[in-house]
C-alpha cells in the first residue's frame, strides 16, 4: 500500500483549501487586533465630521430663519406709538374733508406720529376728534398719538389763510386782493375768471363775472385753485339771490340794481329806499327823470375814480353806456360786488314815491329822500356845503 503523498505548503491546513485567499498572507492574531484597533479612531472621525455637518446646516437654517423671521417678531411686539414728547417743528396741513385716516396717513408721513393706526387708536378714544378743523397745525416731530390730537382738536392751534373781500368793490380789486392773500399769482385768477362756463355764473349774467364775487371773509382749503375759489364765490351769491326769491332769469338784473344799491348806500337802512328810487326813475317815460337814473356811483365805476363823493363835469360827460347820465335805464352790468343787504334790497324795494336821494353828509352816511325837484335840490344844497366845509373831500 503506497503512503499518500504529502505536499508541503506555506499555507495551514485551512488555508491550503481556500483559493480566494491565495497569495494573502494573515497577520497573526496580535497583529491583527492592532490593525481593527487602528481602524476604528478613523470611522469615530467620520462619524464626527457627519455629525458636526449636520449641525452646522441645522444651525444655519436655524440661523436663516431667525434673521428673517425676528423682524416680524420685533413688529408684533414693538409699540406702534412714539413715547414722546417729541422735538423740533413740522407743520401739517389738514385738508378739506380729511377722514381720521387720511389725517393720520399724513401725521405719520411727517414722522409726527410712529403709525397711523395709533393716531387712528388715539382718536377712537377721544369724542374731540371729530372736531378737527382743516387749517395748518405745527407739530413736532415722534410726538405720543394723543399728544398730537390734543393740538389738533384745539382751534387755537390752527392756522388757515382768510381773505375778507368787503362789500362794493370791482372785479379787478377783488381778484388783486385774493392774490395778495393767498399767493396765487394774479393771472391765474385772470384766466380763470374769463372761464365763466366753469364757474357756474348764472345763464342770465351773459359771461360777466362782475358783481358775482361775494363779499365775505373766506377761508379757502390750502390746496384750492384759483377757479375753486372763484367757484366757491359765484356760488354764495347765487345762493343769496336764491334765499332773496330771485329767479334765475331776474338774477342778473337784480345783481345791477343792488350794485347800485351798495355804490350809493352806507346805511343799511336806506338801501331798500334807493331800490325804490332806482325802479320809479326807471319806470318814468317823462317828467324830471325821464328814466335817467343819475347816479354817481355808475360813472365812478364808468371813469375807475375811487375816493370821491362826487363826480365832475367831466367824468359825467364819459361815453360809457355805464354813465347814467348820459344813458337811460340800467347800466349793462353790475358796477360792484353788492352784499346779501343789498341784494335783498333790490329783490324786495320798500314801497314810496322817492325820485331824488342825496347823501348829504358823506361822513356820517345820512341820506334824505325827496319826491319833487325841489325838495331835493334843498338837500343838494346840503351836501354841498358840507363839501365846502370839507375841502377836498367832494
Given amino acids: 500500500m503506497t ?35 487602528r481602524r476604528r479612531p ?56 380729511d377722514t381720521g385716516r387720511a389725517i393720520g396717513v399724513s401725521l405719520e408721513k411727517a414722522d409726527v406720529v410712529k403709525s397711523s393706526k395709533a393716531f387712528l387708536d388715539a382718536a377712537s378714544a377721544d369724542t374731540r376728534a371729530a372736531s378737527i378743523q382743516p387749517g395748518t397745525y405745527k407739530l413736532k416731530k415722534q410726538m405720543a398719538a394723543k399728544d398730537a390730537l390734543a393740538i389738533l382738536v384745539n382751534p387755537k392751534n390752527r392756522t388757515v389763510p382768510k381773505v375778507t373781500i368787503p362789500e362794493g368793490l370791482w372785479l379787478s380789486e377783488i381778484l388783486a386782493r385774493l392774490s395778495k392773500s393767498t399767493g396765487i399769482p394774479l393771472q391765474e385768477y385772470q384766466l380763470a375768471a374769463k372761464d365763466t362756463a366753469s364757474l357756474g355764473l348764472p345763464a342770465s349774467a351773459k359771461g360777466n363775472l362782475e358783481g358775482y364775487l361775494f363779499p365775505a371773509t373766506y377761508e379757502f382749503p390750502a390746496k384750492s385753485t384759483a377757479r375753486e375759489q372763484l367757484t366757491t364765490m359765484v356760488d354764495k351769491t347765487v345762493a343769496e339771490l336764491s334765499q332773496a326769491g330771485v329767479s334765475e332769469q331776474d338774477m342778473e338784473r337784480t345783481m345791477i340794481v343792488a350794485s347800485i344799491v351798495e355804490g350809493e348806500v352806507n346805511g343799511k337802512a336806506d338801501r331798500p329806499k334807493v331800490a325804490r328810487v332806482i325802479e320809479n326813475r326807471l319806470a318814468q317815460k317823462s317828467g324830471p327823470t325821464r328814466g335817467f337814473l343819475q347816479m354817481d356811483s355808475t360813472v365812478h365805476y364808468a371813469v375807475k375814480k375811487r375816493g370821491k363823493a362826487g363826480t365832475t363835469n367831466a367824468d359825467r360827460a364819459s361815453t360809457s353806456p355805464y354813465n347814467t347820465y348820459r344813458h337811460q335805464g340800467l347800466p ?23 325820485l331824488f336821494f342825496v347823501t348829504v353828509n358823506p361822513a356820517t352816511g345820512e341820506t334824505r329822500f325827496a319826491t319833487t325837484t325841489a325838495e331835493h335840490q334843498a338837500n343838494v344844497n346840503l351836501f354841498n356845503k358840507w363839501c365846502r366845509d370839507h375841502e377836498g373831500k367832494c
Avoid at 48 to 55: D, G, N, R, T
Avoid at 69 to 79: D, E, G, R
Avoid at 332 to 354: E, F, L, Y
Fill in 3 to 37: 503512503e499518500p503523498h504529502l505536499e508541503h505548503s506555506i499555507f495551514g491546513a485551512d488555508e491550503a483549501h481556500d483559493p480566494g485567499r491565495r497569495g494573502s498572507v494573515p497577520p497573526p492574531e496580535p497583529q491583527l487586533r492592532r490593525h481593527r484597533a
Fill in 42 to 97: 478613523a470611522r469615530r472621525r467620520r462619524r464626527f465630521l457627519v455629525l458636526l455637518l449636520a449641525i452646522a446646516i441645522v444651525g444655519g437654517a436655524v440661523y436663516g430663519a431667525y434673521r428673517a423671521l425676528w423682524p416680524v417678531v420685533q413688529q408684533l411686539t414693538a409699540s406702534n406709538d412714539y413715547p414722546g414728547p417729541g422735538s423740533g417743528q413740522v407743520q401739517v396741513t389738514v385738508n378739506d374733508g
Fill in 332 to 354: 349793462p352790468g353790475p358796477i360792484n360786488s353788492p352784499g346779501a343787504a343789498s341784494i335783498a334790497a333790490a329783490a324786495h324795494p320798500a314801497p314810496g314815491p322817492w
